[in-house]
């Protein structure tokens, strides 16, 4: 299926944009995939095995988790960069794109002649945008890049989790999909600016730089305080009850009570004011000092409730809360969830499967279902029309066959 019979609506926010990915399980994926759930032609370029994600614990068949939640509604082209005409090719192909997303490990595309230099001199509106994991230059740049290796770095997986137990790391890939997010608004950013100067450029994005980022308010107190920030479980150190699980009779509630205000709330809606009145609970830093008390008397008074009698009784009182939710129990329409918030992707060989989709919508600009390609299944209509793009690639190819050399691929 090609990407006009798609049916890109028209008035799809990047719809006309072309977009070339070389991108391997998650934060490049990720990010082209936003940009194709926004209207782009996004073209993944695969090796002849496909994407590594497809099969990342999986093998049923090629849509794997990885695969199924990053890569709908784009075109695969199967380019084996290993060989001189794949590469001739991949160059040619990302001379007709917008924009260029790739993550491979630093120095893999300067080999393969399709960096950024390479492209954006050829190419000067091309936008290129790559993820590393420990940077682009620098001893550390070769390093496999992994999400979990830029939490440890980070600082993150040192204040994950209880503190008299073993550093955790955060229970989903949060790190890749924090860069994808960072990647696709530097894109967007360096598209808007195009659209002024005339210029691309180049957006480089670092899994550590990221993890470090989303730490800033810890940052924050650390500078502040001069105090290494430690483990504490799902509690803060500086304030309480804040993001601490109290149970009800069928489940678990998080609550947020920490100012003097919504402490007396909380304790109003449980029916124990009482526990605001006690002199060790009544001021924040009492509360610190006696948590432990605190946290035995307000879950003794949770767990008498129901998690629906509880959650009204938090509502209705302006209390911050959450009910923990399994996956299983997480209803689009429900809890403030979008009623439109999961989508259909279709694939071949099985059936479509219910899955989140781009979290940003428009007013006049809807999440739609998506497909997902097999390995390789636009390859011959992508490269047929590249070659009408580039009238030369046959005159270049007899060159080539007769003189057995390389030859430059053309530009835009």
Known sequence: MSHDQQSTRENAPLKGLRVVEFGQYIAVPACGQTMAELGADVIK??????DAGRYAGWNKDQFGPLFSAWNRSKRSVVLDLRDPEGRRNAFALACTA??????????????????????TSTVPRLVYGQV???????????R????????????????NGDGDRDPTRVGFTVVDVMAANALTSGVFAALLRRSVSGEGGIVDVSLVDVAVSALSSTWAEYRLNGVVPVRSGNGQTNATPAAEVMPTVDGNVVISA???????????????????ADPRFC??????????????????????????DLCERLTR????????????????GEAGVSADLFVQVHASGRGPVSLPACPTTFHDYHRRDGRLPDIGEHTAEVLADLSLKNPDSARNEQTRTQHNGETAVPGR
């Open 98 to 119: 917008d924009v260029v997303l790739q993550n491979y490990r630093p120095g893999v595309m300067e080999k393969l002649g399709l960096h950024a230099a390479a492209l």
């Open 45 to 50: 370029v695969e090796p002849p095995e496909g």
């Open 317 to 332: 009182a302006g209390v911050v809360f959450g009910q923990v939710r399994t996956m299983a129990e997480v209803t689009p």
């Open 132 to 142: 590393s994991g420990f940077g682009q230059t620098g001893p550390a740049s070769q």
């Open 258 to 276: 920490y100012t003097k205000e919504h402490f007396a709330r909380l304790c109003g809606a449980l029916d124990r004011p009482d526990i605001a």
């Open 283 to 308: 001021e924040n830093a009492a509360r610190l000092k006696n948590r432990h008390a605190m946290l035995i008397d307000l879950r003794h008074a949770t767990s008498q409730f129901s998690t629906a």
């Open 144 to 159: 496999a890049g992994f999400d979990i290796a830029a939490q440890a770095e980070s600082g993150m997986m040192s204040i």
